[in-house]
């Protein structure tokens, strides 16, 4: 079987429209280091029993023996030819039985057959060609030039319900640290403790960051999905063919999972975990019995805090100090059997971007299936998490503070104030932080390193929101709003980048069947001491 399916797909094209590899044979030259078929094309090819080779003839070109996976949706099959023609899927009139192939028709109602002839219509997208002298406009620009230009990275298609994905990646690819990360991560090789398929996932998560930076016009990712598929097969679940919905939430933890294991440095001199110096939250409990008297304390690491919602919770703060507040049901050695224990939780070392989970979904015996919950829950553009955190941490984080708010007090020409626990507007510092509040050293404003060191306030600015709009988390739409390096705000709607007002960020709350807030990730605030 080996031989008969490497001699198949393996061979190379002996014309220059012989496509009858597409698309796996371009990917394989495309990234000769990181792709190899033996390693994730291969395990994908069970797809292919439902595939069929068309040819499709464009103006005065015939594409022989083009794929057609039958389990996903013709938009696939349309962005394949977009990557063939330079023809965007919208622009593609393709005829087949019945009139026009529309994006989400069924093929087996198509009634396509293995060698059958298609035709398509449509305009590729022109190159402009800079003139020789006068103005310089931006679509004459290198694509990285024009990325710069517009003041947004590229947006994602969507192959068939991975909005879900979409907006995950374009979350995460807003952190710079996340992405400076990456680049460092090697082209070939891996650990000895890292299995094969978290490899290809973080090498394709790093080159799928790179495309997005590089590109104004939407990016296909499907080498990502294909390897997100490979590595946690429940994103690969097919209903009646086609791809189903899936939970953002899930897809965020089991990426960024992934990506702590990679990015882990075997250099015990350098930060040993990346990711949870990004995203890790410390926390510390306290778990007693009240019935026994029994009490002991734990200390965990999070990548994300939750905010649980019920009739009493209206704000962000609010969900956020229930979800630090649990019962649960254990033996207790004391009296012999089950008894309830209360586990109270505070913060013990703050991350550099602090992720909040509205917990929206709960299980619906009834209907069966994830349900929503509806209600409105505001969350601030500045959340400030100082009475959340334990008394070692509030003592480490009062200078800081302190100085902020005389920074900010001379600015506003006020003499220098007593320390307060409530804080004022601040201004961000960069620098990477760790969970004692301390991070990288600061520079100056003419970027010359100093000795000075950027700790960490309790304070944090809102730079993105991943909403879903439906009732059920396994249907519906996500979206991502992530705010620019420029401060504006962009709302990626799959291949659709759309400008956005800020103050129209909090009206994703909640209270009807709009978009509403399911992840909020905040960048902290930082100052140099």
Not at 343 to 353: A, D, F, M, T
Request: aromatic share 8%.
């Amino acid at each position: 079987m080996q031989d008969t399916v490497d001699s198949v797909y393996m061979e190379a094209p002996t014309t220059k429209n012989d496509h009858r590899l597409c698309p796996l044979w371009k990917l394989q030259q495309r990234h000769p280091k990181s792709l190899c078929l033996s390693q994730w094309i291969l395990p994908t090819l069970e797809l292919l029993n439902h595939a069929y080779r068309v040819s499709v003839k464009w103006q005065k070109e015939i594409f022989p023996a083009v794929e057609i996976d039958t389990t996903q949706s013709p938009y696939v099959f349309k962005c394949q030819l977009f990557d063939l023609t330079g023809v965007p899927p919208e622009r593609q009139k393709i005829m087949v039985k019945g009139g026009l192939l529309k994006d989400d028709a069924d093929w087996s109602t198509i009634g396509v057959k293995e060698g059958q002839k298609l035709m398509m219509m449509g305009t590729a997208d022109e190159v402009v060609k800079a003139p020789e002298k006068g103005p310089v406009f931006m679509e004459d620009l290198p694509e990285e030039e024009q990325v710069v230009a517009v003041g947004h990275s590229a947006g994602l298609f969507n192959l068939g319900n991975t909005c879900y994905m979409n907006s995950t990646v374009q979350c995460l690819h807003s952190v710079p640290e996340l992405k400076s990360a990456l680049i460092k991560y090697p082209h070939s090789g891996r650990s000895n403790d890292l299995d094969q398929s978290s490899h290809l996932l973080t090498c394709a998560t790093r080159d799928l960051f790179n495309e997005l930076d590089k590109n104004v016009k939407p990016v296909a990712p499907m080498q990502f999905w294909m390897v997100l598929r490979k590595k946690y097969p429940q994103f690969g679940q097919l209903h009646n063919g086609v791809s189903m919905q899936q939970d953002a939430e899930e897809c965020w933890t089991q990426l960024l999972y992934t990506l702590s294991q990679a990015l882990r440095s075997p250099d015990s001199s350098e930060n040993p975990d990346t990711v949870k110096e990004l995203f890790g939250v410390e926390l510390v409990s306290r778990i007693h019995c009240q019935e026994s008297g029994e009490e002991s304390s734990e200390t965990e690491s999070v990548y994300s805090l939750k905010c649980h919602i019920s009739q009493e919770v209206n704000h962000l703060h609010e969900g956020l100090k229930h979800g630090l507040k649990s019962e649960l049901e254990k033996a207790s050695p004391a009296l012999g059997r089950s008894a309830i224990y209360v586990k109270e939780s505070c913060i013990n070392g703050l991350p550099r971007y602090l992720t909040i989970q509205f917990v929206r979904f709960f299980w619906k015996r009834e209907s069966n299936q994830k349900a929503k919950i509806l209600r409105k829950v505001d969350y601030p553009l500045e959340l400030d998490v100082y009475d959340l955190c334990s008394d070692d941490l509030r003592k480490k984080l009062e200078a800081p503070r302190q100085i902020l708010r005389d920074e900010e007090g001379k600015k506003l020409g006020l003499k220098k104030s007593a320390p307060k626990d409530n804080d004022v507007k601040m201004a961000d510092a960069e620098g990477s932080s760790n969970s004692s509040g301390e991070s990288s050293l600061a520079t100056s404003g003419e970027g010359v390193p100093t000795d000075k060191k950027t700790h960490l306030t309790g304070i944090y600015d809102l730079v993105a929101v991943l909403t879903h709009k439906g009732r059920s988390a396994d249907s519906g739409h996500y979206v991502s709003w992530v705010k620019q390096e420029s401060g504006k705000w962009i709302e990626y709607d799959d291949d659709n980048p759309i400008p956005q007002r800020e103050e129209d960020i909090t009206k994703l709350s909640g209270g009807g069947d709009w978009h509403m807030a399911y992840i909020c990730m905040y960048k902290a605030r930082a100052v140099a001491m």
